[in-house]
Structure formats: C-alpha cells, structure tokens
C-alpha cells in the first residue's frame, strides 16, 4: 500500500500514463507513482478521472474519496474483495464468538476514551471526571461508559453550548476528518476479505460500513485534537487540507512509532485476528501524538 494523499480541489483530467497517475489542470501538470498513493481525494465537481485511472488506483489498494458540491465526502470507491478466502471469511465474521466480540469491543471503547482523556489533557483542561468514567467500564461497556464520556469531552474540547447535532463549521469540519479515516480503516478491512456491513457493535441495517465505525474509535480523538485547535469560521480549503494530512501523522501504536494510516492498517488486522481466533492475545495501545501537525497535505493541485 501506498502513503501518500493526493487532495485535487480545482478543473482537473485524471489519467494514467505508463504507471504514474498525471493530473492536468488548466496551468499545469502533475505526475505521481501509483504505487505511492494511499488516498486519491477529489474535492471537486469539476475533475473527471479516467477509467484507467481508476482500475490503477483500485488494484494499488489505494481509496479514491469523492466530495459533494457542498463538500463534504460523499462516495469512494470500494475495492472487489480480493481474498481467495472470503466466502469463508465471511462465514466466520458473521459468527465471531460473542466472548470474542465483547472483549474487543470493551478494549476498543477503553483505548478511545483514554484517548480522549489524553486530548482534554493536552488542552490543558481537567480530565478528572473523565477518568473516574474508566473505573466504571464493563464488559462489552453495557451501562455505556463511551456515551457518558463524550457528554463530558465534547463541552471540554469546544464549550460548554457545543453539541454535535449543531450545524456549524465545527461539526463539518469533525464529520469530514471522521470520513477520511473511516475510508481508511474500511480499506484496510476489505484488503483482507471481510465485509464492511457486520459490525461488532454498530448493526444499523442502513450502514454499510459498521465494522470499519467500531474500529475507528480509539482514532477519532486526534481529528477531535486537531479541530479544537483551529479557529474555524468555516470548511475551507486549508482545513480540508489539514484533515486529509492527518493521515501522515506520527503517533504511537503497540509501542512502535507509525504514521496514522499504516498504524489503522496494523490496528485492523490485530482485531480481526483476535476475533478470528488466530490469537487468544489482544493489545490496543493507540496513543493520541501531543503534536499534532497542521501543515497541508504533501500533494494537492
């Protein structure tokens, strides 16, 4: 897989030439490797992409992210399952083990919410009450540990009026980096056979993606850092830009120092070995960086 993202946010062909995707605008001509692309994000009605392109970018494994007029995320492409194995894949996710299951869904809520303690920390707020949350966490988190904290993280974050049913730019600004890490962990989840839409705990039968939603939780404090640390007035250009960077940060995952994107790709897999039962050990240590970059993505037109 690859590691870099591509932002193009203006009149653009997409096309392929002798292995490197070429992006022409009005003006200029830009030419990148396939095989170096992790996310090819089209923020823009007025591209167009070749199918060449496309089938390039798909067999790289890399996701191609397309945005609304509005926007905002609206459709990615979605890899054909290539694992030989997948029927029995399948077969198998659709029957985990429910001991399985309920023990990685309490280490997942349990990473997420140490997270989030680390932001408020970071922000230089008191994350007591917060903690004393973790001390009551159950199994499977049946008296839902996870909703009680974030009625507490979000007010500290961006204020005490702050919910995220608002709309307002910070809310979009959430939802956009939430989509784009979404996309990543979905990616990494069809890479090895298994279906999206059999969650371990979101079952919505409208959501196609509700395995790739539970194991996104312990990533979605460092958007949540990285919004509260910007003075957004509204989704421009160079917020979208800073969301879609985030794939690259440096951060810590099972102890070893990773970038975001290759971290959620070896998250991925230790879960689904768990709950495939190729292993009976589980370590979730992901760990939100202090420093957060905000530089724009390496690679936009």
């Known amino acids: 897989m690859g590691w870099r993202t591509i932002l193009v946010s203006r009149h653009a062909k997409i096309s392929l030439t002798m292995g490197n995707l070429v992006i022409q605008t009005d003006t200029d001509r830009y030419h990148t490797p396939v095989r170096d692309i992790s996310v090819l994000l089209i923020q ?6 070749t199918t060449a392109a ?6 790289a494994q890399a996701k191609i992210i397309f945005t609304g007029r509005d926007g905002q995320p609206i459709a990615e492409t979605s890899n054909c399952y290539p694992n030989a194995r997948t029927a029995a894949l399948v077969t198998e996710q659709v029957n985990w083990e429910r001991s399985r299951v309920e023990n990685l869904w309490t280490r997942i809520v349990a990473s997420k919410i ?3 303690i680390r932001v408020v920390s ?4 008191d994350p007591s009450r917060m903690v004393d949350e973790v001390s009551q966490l159950e199994l499977n988190d049946e008296t839902n540990r996870e909703a009680v904290v974030a009625r507490q993280y979000f007010p500290e974050l961006f204020g005490d009026d702050f919910s995220r049913s608002d709309l307002v730019p910070v809310n979009a600004a959430l939802d956009y980096g939430y989509a784009i890490l979404l996309s990543m962990v979905d990616r990494a989840i069809v890479s090895r056979g298994y279906l999206t839409c059999f969650g371990i705990h979101h079952i919505s039968a409208e959501n196609a993606f509700n395995l790739g939603s539970d194991f996104m939780e312990p990533f979605r404090p460092i958007i949540d850092y990285w919004v509260a640390q910007q003075k957004i007035q ?15 940060v440096p951060m810590i995952f099972n102890g070893k120092q990773e970038i975001l994107s290759n971290a959620v790709d070896k998250y991925v897999a230790v879960c689904l070995h ?6 009976d050990q589980i370590r979730i240590e992901v760990e939100v960086p202090h420093a957060v970059s905000s530089d724009a993505i390496n690679d936009y037109v």
């Open 44 to 49: 823009t009605v007025q591209a167009v992409i």
């Open 54 to 59: 496309v089938a390039a970018l798909s067999e």
């Open 114 to 116: 140490h997270n989030q």
């Open 122 to 125: 970071y922000l230089g707020h």
């Open 234 to 248: 509204d989704l421009t250009p160079d917020i979208k830009f800073g969301l879609a960077r985030l794939l690259e």
């Open 274 to 279: 768990f709950l495939s039962g190729d292993t």
